[in-house]
């Protein structure tokens, strides 16, 4: 069986490594765009960092593709035909397939402000060197990056969420003084409430951030030498800069493949079922790219008039996306389906682990929260009708394995903080006394009509 | 890069194996030379004299040479490595809690406790070192001169108590609470930690070469006992080739390999060279350590792969295979020092002392495996 997969992130990488495992025969090909060997997208920070190296980044050693019999070809897909399972490469390969992956991750968002005109109208998702406009995806852009801040004194980051708070860490190491726009009221509500976003606040002030919640960019103006050299605010701040930073979201990266012979189906990604098939048969999607969609009553999936569908863009997912690809192109039809929701994170020195619902479920049902007395750990446990449904722990670390098992089995609130320590995970000697904190009820974020 | 100026960038080089890096290792290893050779290197004594003057202050007895004076800096480099360290991971008890001790431990039982037995008229003895490691205390003419509790506590401590406290807690008791070589790696070592490689070939290599160390070093004890119990005087060729394999073991093995190379090539080969590759005794405890309760766990689906554990491993164990397969580990080599933990930005890893979990955890694949076979049968 030739299996071909776009892709050499860690959807790509993973679904290729698992195939290999379910068959020792199978033609695997995987062909990045990006870089010559899968990297961890997530580290990108580290590097940038300088704790890591680019080689570092690489989470096998390469002797692993040889030994696994994985060929890489560093190309771009330029044309899909379906019909004859053939792909086209830019460099003129083709490469015919009994089964394609696409797994072609995301890239990032771009919206069309005032005085980026020419970057929107370049390849977008890119940062620019000559403008001092970056984005923290790829490694196109850590270069760039890398190459402006010696050159920079003053920045601005747009965007409150995990990439954004990433790139101010990373500059404020090279010596960079910047100025980071939320939009929202407090920092990344998607996960956080209130009382916990102003824990992360006060961390970031004590790193010298200059955080501006509740603006927004509007208006960059350039220098004669075209570089980016201040911006407007909505709120009608002007702020000096040699470099901005654009960190507002992902989104999934399947531009290419709607202008070929045989396009998938796309909506804002590629449209597949729940067994992750896109709308051509043996074409598989998943990671970022993939937007799954459910079955109807009849169990059949309309790719015509799409419903609901589910878009995980995080490292996590994509990963298990990918295991279970691997196993569907051998003929098994297995459902993918989402565990109950965990994600991690770390705003400077500040840990971040969540488990379960914490936000829809707080909007109408009171959370249990407690905060040490230094401010620098919280926890907070939303429920329903006294049964757990969801964990937020910052500064302190916790094995979300067992709190998604607590949740699953519908503990009480009061077992759970009973037995809270069981799921503690911090290093020896130093368990973060959580029972110690001042606790208090915080009343759902909406009141009930 | 970061922009660097001259001091930032001369540290990075005595960091990053530049040229500072590489001048620092020549100078370390020259030292080792002279400490060791002093005799075949320099006009008879001189060290030896030397050392005399600069601990004018001690009584007669305590006898102080050159080892003396080398304890000393031994022990000024781990309390001020130590100091930093402990400044450095002020946020993690267990960091603060490990270098502490080790800190102390070479204070107290590496360099005063055997001057102030000199001084009281017994035997220089350290209590924190044991056989393998400390070769000597299972010699027949070492034991002879000692007193009877020392004898009892080498023996008990060397047969017993190691291989108990390893199976409790793993080889990490020793090798970074309280040996002497694994504390000056964890405190004077820190800044070159991470220069361990990481290769699948290293460790094929360290799997070896440790473990023939620890033949050759077992081999040589049996020989001593032997010439203990024996009367080999009818033998003299077996006599004069036991005699030669001792006199090798103590020039290759703890000159060359845990002075000289072993410190010597911190800046160019990361801290842990000897105890990685060489030492007898990490050897015996990682065998142990297999057997025992200790290891690291991993949370499951969590790592981010990273690598920022395998980079800061000074063991050189590709920490980040372990974490992003889901999968709980103990390896041999494994001195528990910590750090893959104190790094990790998603505090995947914890160093644990306990049976395995019961009942095991299912990871996401062993799922995914299983529902495939129930698909397959339908």
Request: aromatic share 12%; with cysteine.
């Amino acid at each position: 069986m030739k299996i071909v997969i776009v892709g050499n992130g860690v959807a790509g990488t993973t679904c290729a490594l698992a195939a290999r495992e379910r068959d020792s025969k199978a033609d695997i090909t995987l062909v990045g765009e990006e870089s010559d060997y899968f990297f961890s997208r997530t580290a990108l920070m580290y590097a940038f960092l300088d704790r890591l190296s680019r080689r570092e980044l690489e989470p096998y050693e390469r002797g692993v593709y040889s030994k696994k019999r994985l060929r890489l070809v560093r190309d771009k897909a330029v044309d899909l035909d379906a019909v004859k399972q053939t792909l086209s490469l830019n460099g003129g390969e083709v490469l015919a397939f009994d089964r394609l992956v696409l797994a072609t991750g995301s890239k990032a968002n771009f919206f069309p402000w005032k005085g980026l005109e020419r970057e929107m109208s370049a390849a977008t998702g890119e940062s620019h060197l000559a403008s001092g406009v970056v984005h923290f995806v790829g490694l196109q852009d850590l270069d760039v990056c890398e190459a402006l801040v010696p050159s920079t004194k003053r920045a601005v980051v747009v965007g409150g969420g995990l990439i954004g708070i990433e790139l101010v860490e990373c500059l404020l190491h090279h010596g960079v003084k910047v100025t980071f726009l939320v939009r929202e009221p407090f920092f990344w509500p998607v996960s956080l409430c209130a009382e916990e976003a102003a824990l992360v606040l006060e961390e970031m002030k004590r790193h010298g951030v200059d955080v501006r919640l509740g603006d927004e960019l509007a208006r960059v103006e350039k220098g004669p030498d075209g570089r980016v050299s201040k911006v407007e605010t909505m709120r009608g701040e002007t702020l000096f800069c040699e470099m901005l930073g654009l960190c507002v979201g992902v989104k999934p990266n399947v531009a290419a493949f709607q202008k070929m012979s045989t396009p998938p189906r796309t909506r804002r990604g590629f449209l597949v079922s729940p067994t992750l098939e896109t709308s051509l048969p043996g074409v598989f999607a998943c990671g970022d790219c993939a937007e799954i969609l459910s079955a109807g009553p009849d169990g059949a999936v309309n790719f015509e008039s799409p419903g609901q569908a589910l878009n995980e863009l995080i490292w996590y997912s994509a990963k298990r996306q990918g295991e279970l690809v691997a196993q569907n192109l051998f003929g098994d039809a297995l459902v993918y389906e989402p565990p109950l929701f965990f994600n991690s994170s770390k705003f400077f020195d500040m840990e971040y682990t969540t488990v379960g619902d914490v936000v829809a479920a707080s909007r109408t049902n009171p959370s249990w929260f407690a905060v040490a007395p230094n401010g620098r750990a919280s926890l907070r446990v939303v429920h329903a009708q006294n049964k757990v449904v969801g964990f937020n722990v910052l500064g302190a670390r916790v094995d979300h394995g067992i709190l998604a098992k607590w949740i699953s089995e519908k503990r009480s609130v009061d077992e759970c903080m009973e037995r809270f320590k069981e799921a503690q995970y911090d290093v020896e000697f130093g368990r973060v006394p959580v029972e110690s904190f001042a606790r208090r009820e915080l009343p759902p974020t909406e009141v009930k009509p | 890069m970061k922009k660097l100026g001259w001091a930032a960038s001369a540290l990075h080089s005595v960091k990053n194996r530049g040229l500072l890096g590489w001048l620092l290792s020549g100078a370390l290893i020259a030292f080792y030379v002279i400490l060791y050779f002093d005799d075949k290197v320099l006009p008879g004594g001189q060290l030896d004299a030397f050392a005399r003057h600069f601990f004018w202050f001690l009584p007669k007895a305590a006898t102080p040479g050159k080892w003396t004076f080398y304890g000393f800096l031994y022990s000024v480099a781990m309390v001020v490595g130590g100091s930093w360290v402990l400044w450095k991971y002020r946020h993690n008890k267990y960091q603060i809690v490990r270098t502490s001790v080790v800190m102390l431990i070479q204070v107290s039982f590496g360099f005063s406790v055997p001057i102030l037995l000199k001084v009281f008229s017994q035997p220089e003895y350290y209590f924190s070192y044991f056989w393998p490691l400390k070769f000597d205390y299972f010699q027949p003419s070492t034991i002879a001169s000692q007193p009877l509790p020392f004898i009892v506590y080498s023996f008990v401590g060397s047969l017993l108590f190691v291989p108990i406290m390893t199976l409790l807690y793993g080889k990490r008791w020793y090798c970074s609470w309280v040996c002497g070589c694994g504390g000056l790696a964890n405190t004077f070592g820190e800044p070159w930690r991470h220069l361990g490689t990481k290769t699948q070939r290293s460790w094929k290599f360290e799997k070896i070469s440790i473990h023939t160390v620890l033949v050759i070093c077992l081999l040589t004890t049996a020989l001593y006992a032997v010439g203990a119990l024996a009367d080999l005087s009818a033998y003299p060729r077996f006599q004069s080739g036991a005699e030669s394999v001792k006199a090798f073991y103590g020039f290759a093995v703890i000159a060359v390999l845990s002075g000289v190379l072993g410190t010597g090539l911190y800046p160019l080969g990361g801290t842990r060279v000897w105890c990685r590759f060489f030492c007898p005794m990490a050897a015996l405890l990682g065998l142990i350590q297999k057997l025992g309760r200790y290891r690291i766990r991993v949370k499951k689906n969590m790592c981010i792969s990273c690598g920022l554990c395998t980079k800061y491993c000074e063991m050189g164990i590709d920490v980040r295979s372990y974490a992003q397969a889901n999968s709980d580990f103990t390896r041999a080599s494994c001195v528990g020092c910590g750090l893959c933990a104190e790094v990790c930005p998603r505090g995947v890893l914890r160093l644990e002392n306990r049976w395995p979990l019961d009942p095991p955890e299912v990871s996401f694949v062993d799922i995914l495996k299983q529902r495939a076979a129930v698909s397959q049968k339908g």
